[in-house]
């Protein structure tokens, strides 16, 4: 299916465990993206990635770790999960960086306990 | 840091009746876009504004820019139950930082059959 996909929709972890979301996308967009969307906050940028093996970082990148090896995919690492943690997290792709639309994916929510 | 503010936080109004939405923002941009969140969904694009633009049109849609004062709004004329959503404002900011859009906060929006 084309689109974009993440995968899991739901997680519960533990304090102190890593844990990996997955994202997908079928565009071959250049711009993937990780946000993550909390109550009082709205949606801030965690990383980015302009292309494969180009990442950096976005407001709040601190605890989180991501790669991009293949172009259609962009996995978020949280290497040892705080309560902090706890969010709903957004994928998004663009074919660009100036004047595109970003095609954001189901979201997963993450629940650190 | 946010860059764009949503104004109201909330509205709720009859089926049929127009729905205002603002949106401010602190620095200059090259565009600033609409999306569209159903409960526990990801993100929709609604409508992309260029920061030379002034107006833009879609179906129900129209939103206004104004650059001079750092704002825009999103009117959904004869609104629908199927409008219940929050909006959300981003922008793409210029002169530099990460790329990637930044959010506001949202408005979320009930429409009362």
């Known amino acids: 299916d084309a689109g974009i996909t993440q995968s899991p929709r739901y997680k519960i972890t533990e304090t102190g465990r890593q844990v990996t979301l997955m994202c997908h996308q079928t565009w071959s967009h250049s711009y993937m993206f990780w946000y993550r969307q909390d109550l009082g906050h709205g949606l801030r940028l965690i990383y980015y990635s302009a292309a494969a093996d180009i990442t950096d970082k976005g407001e709040v990148p601190d605890g989180y770790v991501v790669s991009r090896s293949k172009t259609e995919n962009f996995p978020l690492t949280l290497e040892s999960a705080t309560r902090s943690q706890t969010s709903v997290y957004f994928c998004?792709?663009?074919?660009?960086?100036?004047?595109?639309?970003?095609?954001f994916g189901q979201g997963t929510r993450l629940t650190v306990v | 840091s946010q860059q764009g503010e949503e104004d109201p936080q909330a509205l709720s109004i009859q089926e049929g009746e127009n729905a205002t939405m603002n949106c401010s923002y602190k620095?200059?941009?090259?565009?600033l876009q609409w999306y569209r969140q159903n409960s526990g969904r990801g993100l929709v694009h609604l409508i992309l504004i260029r920061s030379n633009e002034r107006e833009k049109h879609s179906g129900r849609l129209r939103v206004t820019l104004d650059t001079s004062k750092k704002s825009s709004s999103l009117l959904i004329t004869a609104s629908r139950a199927a409008d219940t959503a929050s909006y959300f404002c981003a922008t793409d900011a210029s002169g530099g930082g990460a790329d990637g859009l930044t959010f506001g906060k949202g408005t979320h929006l009930i429409i009362q059959p």
């Open positions: 620095t200059s941009i090259n565009n």
């Open positions: 998004a792709s663009s074919e660009g960086h100036y004047n595109t639309e970003a095609f």
